[in-house]
């Protein structure tokens, strides 16, 4: 049986309905900062609030569904943030542990290292989440500190890491 590859692209207002059905699952939005019963409206403003400064945000799709999404967000208005961006992922819970995470991961540090003038990518991730923790360090992040209480989930105060990754090789002039 061949299967389809995995495609990733930019995300498009039309993909909110996907998304807000994939943020829908508590094995997903639970792992991040998201509420339950986010909308489609409601994605679709965010889509369209996102899609500004050194920021990217992509889709990943296989056979025209929509397994993941990721993006880089301005970290602030501050002009001397402008080298910082913060980093949201998620992946459908039956596409886990397949290689979303890492399609997504390896497409916005490439767009970050080499086009989008940008040194430092930063995110927290609640601490008990091994698999987003080991992705992240494959892709250089570092652990830079511990929250305790950080967040409310599933009806726990639990703690986050934050996590930064440093541009590995900061552009310098063509020789
Ligand atoms: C975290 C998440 C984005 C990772 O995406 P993914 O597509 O599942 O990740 P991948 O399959 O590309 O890679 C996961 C890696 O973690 C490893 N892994 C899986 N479970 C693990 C665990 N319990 N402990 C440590 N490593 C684990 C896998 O082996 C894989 O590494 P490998 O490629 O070297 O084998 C995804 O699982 C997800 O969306 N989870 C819910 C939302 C979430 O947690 N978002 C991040 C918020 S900070």
Redesign the pocket.
């Known amino acids: 049986m061949t299967t389809s590859p995995l495609t990733l692209r930019s995300v498009q207002t039309q993909d909110a309905s996907a998304i807000a059905q994939l943020m829908a699952d508590l094995?997903?939005?639970?792992?991040?900062l998201q509420l339950p019963y986010a909308s489609e409206e409601l994605w679709t403003k965010r889509l369209n609030a996102a899609q500004t400064g050194n920021g990217l945000q992509l889709v990943a799709l296989k056979d025209e569904h929509l397994?993941?999404f990721?993006g880089l967000h301005a970290a602030g208005p501050q002009v001397r943030r402008g080298h910082a961006v913060g980093?949201?992922?998620?992946?459908?819970?039956h596409?886990?542990?397949?290689?979303?995470?890492?399609?997504?991961?390896r497409a916005l540090t490439d767009y970050a290292d080499q086009w989008g003038s940008i040194l430092r990518i930063e995110?927290?991730?609640?601490a008990d989440?091994?698999?987003?923790?080991?992705?992240?360090e494959?892709f250089g992040f570092e652990q830079e500190g511990r929250h305790r209480g950080y967040a409310l989930r599933n009806g726990q105060y639990s703690d986050v890491l934050s996590m930064a990754r440093w541009h590995p090789q900061p552009p310098g002039l063509t020789p």
């Open positions: 094995a997903v939005f639970g792992n991040t397994l993941g990721a980093l949201g992922i998620s992946v459908a819970q596409a886990q542990g397949q290689g979303v995470g890492t399609a997504l991961l995110l927290t991730v609640f989440n091994a698999r987003a923790i080991a992705l992240y494959r």
